[in-house]
């Protein structure tokens, strides 16, 4: 069980500016600005969850995952994980999470992996029973088997991630913090990564809290969405909820024989041309049978689609909608 | 030439950036100064014949030394450059229209100098208030001081011209750290930073002077404390424009050979 | 304690997976202090003593100060290099270890091409102690011993100090060199030639001159006092507030991230 409530955290920030006067300027004096991180920041998170957690660059994404990890102490504010205060009782708290940030390494650059994994084994004081049976599940799912053998520098980017976020579980963490796990990899990787967490959660139990770019990630792993921007929560909802609520447009293609397509009220023509059509639709005014019923009675339709928002587009829009 | 000027300039202004640097850089620097100085006092004292320098001379020495540290000292090296040699990234220097060589030897002397400009005059100002023997005084007349002025240029392009060699055996070798490590004691060593030139045995001089590491801070500072005279002066400031000339072909001609072994086999 | 020496044996694996530019940097390390040496003797033979120091007495002062701070620079090169960890984001891996962050910091880096310099220091030592007319006693030989086990506590409280101040400024930080270089280049000669307000210094403010000069004054027998050869062990009373100083800076690396 995790629960924040109420956290802020302002930065200090030195300002610098180029020039030879501003140098010899800065040499005497320095100027501050200040950033507020975190506002209010409050939410909670139950056992099992799979959480995705998105906003814009410098949102507060990551300063909210290194107070939940223990690594970062906020101004004020409450946070309990697991009736711990992650910063208070460190080495406590941290037994029962796992962290992989994507962007870097806690493997052993220049030993084979599975040195590392023993090495870590270690830190943790994870008996060796214990340790023998996560192991062997984690190199079936994460169908590792072949390359702990072999030095991390060897590995390929996808290889290397598959065996950090092994190194990451092999405590059997209860919370799973997840920083952009999927970037810089290949589909075949990103899709075995996102089936390993999926298989985690469900049969482990593992809380998993995400945050990503990749929209895909959200959609294919979470149902929870928490988006935050400017320090600030600004949306604590469902993937599903957030679709029907945002997506009030869809896009039709057509393609037809006869004379060119007439439009009726609440359609938007984006191209209509020789037989070929492409034609947005206010959903809320006209629904999609609607629509097809009135296109099929004017023309004679040989090919036709229908495509609602991606998710891509709809956090641009969301994005948007919270001038973030 | 304009864009090798304003490559300068960019460096030169972003390597001021670093304030507390600076002042953490006029402390040390000073205090490593004062120390030697006391060193060679204890010295002074016990054999004031057999100092082969005036205390004056070697207490301007030691300043100068410090003062153009940056300037000067051999272990200093931009990762950036062998990161760009071992990583391969240098493919991409190798579009843009300007010489390698060039840019690097520009980039070298931006940084440098950037690191100088901020430190050298509070040390010197410092130092030329203590009380004597242990201040820096001026040059003994202004022709030495102009010598100086010539001197302290060519010293630097030496120095230069000798790192990029080092830079460049990354070409050649696998991993540079070693390589660095042994050249940089070496050059520091003969070109008289753990004891000034005129502090080695009398037999070994000759040959000293004559070697590169020489021309670098020895003979600018040597110039500037009067412990040589103008004729020396001018022969060792020819001897600095032989070695850099020397130094710069052997480097040009180095990075032309290992840049073609480099396009011939794909990086 | 188990866990430290499999770390040691892995970094050690990795270091010579390199093999040529492991033993470049070994011999690279060797001369650099090998330089320090020639300028030494460059001096004696020009001066043949200072202060009534011979040369064989300045190079048992020299290496064991050189052997001190290699060995900790071996094997406490992570607070050494302390400020890559804060840069590359390693410290935050370290946070999120169940492990006590000093022991985690000690492990994280170890660089063994430092026994180039340890090497020299032997050679060095190897040299002086036939040389230099000491009568090696049993207190003589303790003398060394623990002028070495105060020099490897005194310099590794002056790398966890460094490392603290790394927290407040990483530019800064290059002052500390007089301390960590500085005590090696400097105690190369009894702290005890510089003057005395230098020998003050060194002995209350960083307490160099406990493990380096009041211990070898008895050692070449300039000084009857036995009490001198316990004073290296007060440079781990330095260790203290050392400590608590990077601690104090973790505390506020917790509040910052920074």
Known sequence: MIELKNINKTFKVAKRNAGFSEAVKALFKKEYTYINALQDVSFSIGDGEMVGYIGPNGAGKSSTIKIMSGILTPDSGECMIDGRIPWKDRIAHVKNIGVVFGQRSQLWWDVPVIDSFELIRDIYKVENAEYKKTLSQLIELLNIGEIVKTPTRQLSLGQRMRCEIAASLLHSPKILFLDEPTIGLDAVSKIAVREFIKTINRENKTTVILTTHDMQDIEALTERILLIGKGRILLDGSLSELKTRNSTHKTLTVDYSGEKLPLSEHMTVIKNIDGHAEIIIDTVFLTVSQAISYISSKVEVKDMSVMGETVDEMVVSLYKEFEI | MKKYLSFFRIRFIAGLQYRAAAWAGIATQFAWGGMTLLMFWAFYQNGENSFPMTFPELSSYIWMQQAFLAMFMAWFFDHEIFESITSGNIAYELCRPCNIYSMWFIKNMAIRLSRMVLRCFPILLVAAFLPAPFHITLPPDWLSGVLFLVSIILGFLVLISFSMLIYISAFYMISSVGIRILATSVIEFFAGAVIPIPFFPEALQPIMYALPFASMQNTPFLIYTGHIGEIKALQSIALQLIWFIALMIAGRILIKRALKKIIVQGG | MKLYFKYVAMLLKSQIQYKASFIMTILGQFLVSFTAFLGIYFMFSRFHSVNGFTFSEILICFSIVLMAFSVTECFVRGFDVFPRLIQSGNLDRILVRPRNEIFQVLTSNMDFSRVGRLFQSILMLAYAIPTSGIIWTFDKVMTVVLMLIGGIAVFSALFVLYAGISFFTIEGLEFMNIFTDGSREFGKYPLSIYGDGIL??????????????????????????????????LGFIFMIPCYCFFKFGLRKYKSTGS
Do not use: E, M
């Open chain 3, 200 to 233: 003050k210094f060194f002995t209350y403010v960083i307490p160099i001159a406990l493990f380096q000069y009041y211990p070898f004054l008895y050692l070449i027998g300039r000084s009857d006092n036995i009490g001198l050869i316990f004073l290296p062990l």
